[in-house]
């Protein structure tokens, strides 16, 4: 089993620097966005580019941190009933969804968008808007994203695993920082006691 932790790890690792890298695509998208806003207002120039790059960009924030996400079990989800159960059955669906949902659909997503990719690249697609970018780059994003995502569900299915049989700490307890949800409850309370002192 310690293998399959080391290989955890590495995944991990490997999505963490995507995520964070992938972060910087929202500043870049912002930034295009507002050039092209200005430009178009002043100089009644625009592009059909600066709008698919806006939408390329979207897409790899969304496909490259999808398991970024994942890793810091931050995706969403409805805990109504979950939430009422032990940590040990919280963890066993967890394996349960991770092996019926989540890894089918990602092989199912590269297996359909891996052959919808290399039609593009083949042909050398172009969008059909006048200026528009080659479509390819935006369709390699979904089976990467998607290959990203099914190791990310490998990792979190060794982590629960582990965690089951008493090999690691629990990785859903540690917190490096707080949450942005504990932050705000924070600044909510500080904001109070102000007020009360005023």
């Known amino acids: 089993m310690s293998s399959f932790i080391k290989l955890s790890s590495l995944i991990d690792g490997l999505n963490e620097r995507i995520g964070r890298s992938a972060i910087w695509l929202v500043l870049i998208a912002v930034l295009i966005s507002a050039t092209n806003a200005v430009v178009r207002k002043v100089f009644s120039v625009s592009s059909n580019a600066f709008l698919e790059i806006q939408w390329y960009l979207f897409s790899g924030v969304f496909l490259l941190g999808a398991a970024y996400t994942l890793r810091h079990n931050e995706h969403v989800r409805i805990d109504v009933l979950a939430g009422r159960f032990s940590k040990r059955t919280q963890h066993k669906i967890e394996i349960f969804g991770t ?100």
């Open 99 to 198: 092996l019926v949902f989540l890894l089918p659909l990602c092989a199912m997503m590269i297996w359909l968008s891996v052959p919808w990719f290399v039609n593009s690249f083949t042909s050398g697609e172009v969008s059909a808007n006048a200026g528009g970018l080659t479509l390819w780059p935006a369709k390699l994003l979904v089976p990467v994203g998607f290959v990203l995502l099914g190791l990310q569900g490998i990792s979190e299915l060794i982590k629960r695993i582990a965690v089951l049989q008493g090999l690691i700490p629990d990785p859903t307890e540690q917190h490096d920082q707080p949450t942005a949800e504990e932050n705000l409850i924070e600044e909510i309370r500080k904001m109070q006691e102000a007020k009360k002192n005023d």
